[in-house]
């Protein structure tokens, strides 16, 4: 019987999401959703999807009925 043996992705998430962007193989993609529980990510978001009362900086927990929108990005090469 064969199968294939599973490595720890070792890549971090600017190079994952360079990968995502070159290839957009279905690979990356879960290599980005199993890295985001344990990632910060600092994103412009729209103040009025925010719970009524958040101050900037603030810590927010999230769950799964969590609607925090954020704004689209424009970057260099667009």
């Known amino acids: 019987m064969f199968w294939e043996k599973k490595t720890k ?9 360079f990968d ?9 993609y879960i290599a980005l ?8 990510l600092y994103m412009p978001i729209v103040p ?5 009362g958040s101050t900037e900086a603030q810590e927010i927990l999230t769950d799964k009925n969590s609607q925090i929108k954020t704004r689209k990005i424009i970057g260099p090469n667009d």
């Open 48 to 52: 009025e999807s925010l719970p009524h």
């Open 33 to 40: 959703y199993k890295s985001l529980p344990n990632t910060q």
């Open 9 to 17: 992705d070792h890549r971090d998430i600017d190079q994952i999401v």
């Open 20 to 28: 995502i962007a070159e290839s957009q193989q279905d690979k990356d």
